[in-house]
Structures are given as C-alpha cells and as structure tokens.
C-alpha cells in the first residue's frame, strides 16, 4: 500500500513536470511520457482488472490521438469531476463534502454553526473547479500553448493552494471559538478522504 501511494506520489508530480517541459520543447517523447503517467496514475488509484483496463485505455490514446492535443484534456476533465464530486453533495439528503472532511478531521458532529459554514464552503469549492474547467477549456482553445501550460500545470495547483490555506485561516479567525485541529491533521484528512465516500444524511 505505501509503495503504490509512494509511486503515485511520484507520477503525480512528474505529470505536470513533463507536460510543461513537452510544451516548451515540442518533444513529442516528453507528451507521450506525461500521457503515460496518466495511464499509471488511473492504475494505482485502482489495481486490478478495471484499472488495468483503463490503463491500457489511456496507454493506447496517443497511436490514434496526438499526445499534445491529448494533454489538453485532462484538466478540464479533471476539473469538471472534482465540481461533479463536490457539487453532489450539496443535493438534498447529501452530506456537503467540506461538512464531511470537517467532521473526519473533529471525529465529531459539528456544531450547527460550522456545518452552516462548511456547507458554504462545498458551494465555494464547487464553483472554483467549474471556473478553472472553464478557463483551462478557454486557455486550450484561445491562448497559447505556453500559456495554458502555465496556467494548468502551474497557476491552478497554486490557486487550490491558496485556497485549501486561506479557507483554513479564515475559519479558524471567524470561529475562534471551536476547537480547531493542527493544519496537518487537516491535511492527512484529505489525503485519506480520497478512499471514502460521503455518507448519505438526512437534511433537516
């Protein structure tokens, strides 16, 4: 379990690294290289015949596709499914997906407040991903290929950055009166939440 976690690790951060760097060079070795930690990327996250299939899937795409034009689609997709993920939450009967990692991270029921809050939170999640979806679709028809490298393997991982912090900060600030865990627990929170499903609650 460890190694694949540690492999995918690695091809996670080689995939924006050779996207950007097939970008930059026209190298079409390098595009295919970042299409194929893709194809690892899906297998690890799912051994077994379903993800084995897939891999050999997405390992086959560049003999009938280009790999550079192939690469401009995976942050849109990527995008538009993180909406899809958090936006279902938000439906009647769901738990909102930050009410959810809140409550991992508490092992706790959160405070009425909080949950109006984290509810919130999954709304303001869900519209950052279908913005970039739309921009990285803007940037892969409109800009150039340099630029939208620029924005999709670097801009965007810094934006959720700034965002996954800055909402940190800013419950922390507002709600000063919970009890709050170390940022870190947060984090490994997340980090394990990608296994897990949100369980289904009544709304009230």
């Known amino acids: 379990m460890k190694t694949r976690q540690a492999l995918g690790a690695v091809v996670l951060v080689a ?10 060079t026209g190298l079409g070795y390098l595009a295919s290289a970042a299409w194929l930690c893709l194809a690892a990327l899906l297998y690890l996250s799912f ?12 390992a086959a795409a560049p003999l009938v596709a280009e790999p550079d034009v192939l690469l401009k689609l995976p942050p849109v997709v990527f995008n538009v499914a993180l909406a ?11 738990e ?11 092992g706790t029921e959160l405070p009425p407040d909080i949950a109006r809050y984290t509810r919130w939170s999954t709304v303001i999640w869900t519209a950052f991903f279908v ?8 940037l892969a028809v409109l800009a150039t290929p340099h630029t939208w490298s620029v924005f999709t393997n670097g801009i965007d991982y810094l934006l ?13 600030v507002r709600y ?13 929170t997340v980090v394990r939440a990608g296994k ?6 009544a709304r009230k």
């Open 15 to 24: 995939y924006p690294v050779l996207t950007h760097a097939a970008v930059t």
């Open 47 to 58: 051994p077994g015949k379903w993800g084995l299939a897939g891999f050999a899937l997405l």
């Open 84 to 94: 899809v993920w958090f936006g279902r939450t938000l439906a009647r009967g769901e």
């Open 96 to 106: 909102p997906m930050i009410t959810w990692f809140a409550r991992l991270v508490r």
């Open 131 to 138: 913005s970039m979806a739309a921009v990285s679709a803007a």
């Open 160 to 172: 959720v950055g700034a965002l996954f912090v800055g909402e940190y900060v800013f419950r922390r």
């Open 176 to 188: 000063a009166h919970h009890e709050h865990r170390p940022f870190a627990d947060v984090v490994r």
């Open 196 to 201: 897990l499903a949100p369980r289904r609650t």
